[in-house]
């Protein structure tokens, strides 16, 4: 078992930044994949971005990309997302994810375990 618990979520401005991070507990996740999902009102959950823990390999959506960051701190055994330039349509609630495997995937289904998501909210 993994366990995933997200932080750093809140409330930002348009344009804006935020760190969020996902510390994880329990089986390693050496071997694993850590996501970050988003889900926000009314919306299906969707793929934000990815790293695999053993090399740091990342891959993000077109969405967020040039604008997130995800990276790892293996010392922490920690996963951050760091958000720039945020839009009001970056609002959503957050999921921290981790998959058993060293393939990166971006269908919610394909993730084993789950944190209990933080709350990102900009306002325009």
């Known amino acids: 078992q993994v366990q995933l618990v997200e932080s750093g979520g809140g409330s930002v401005q348009a344009g804006g930044s935020l760190r969020l991070s996902c510390a994880a507990s329990?089986?390693?996740?050496?071997?694993?994949?850590v996501g970050w999902f988003r889900q926000a009102p009314g919306k299906e959950r969707e793929f934000v971005a990815a790293?695999?823990?053993?090399?740091?390999?990342?891959y993000y959506a077109d969405s967020v990309k040039a604008r997130f960051t995800i990276s790892r701190d293996k010392d922490k055994n920690t996963v951050y997302l760091q958000m720039s330039s945020l839009k009001p349509d970056d609002t959503a609630v957050y999921y921290c994810?981790?998959?058993?495997?060293?393939?990166?995937?971006?269908?919610?289904?394909?993730?084993?375990?789950w944190g209990q998501g933080t709350q990102v909210t900009v306002s325009s």
């Open positions: 994810a981790a998959r058993s495997s060293q393939l990166i995937a971006t269908l919610d289904d394909r993730y084993d375990y």
């Open positions: 329990g089986r390693t996740i050496s071997s694993a994949i």
């Open positions: 790293i695999r823990w053993s090399d740091g390999r990342t």
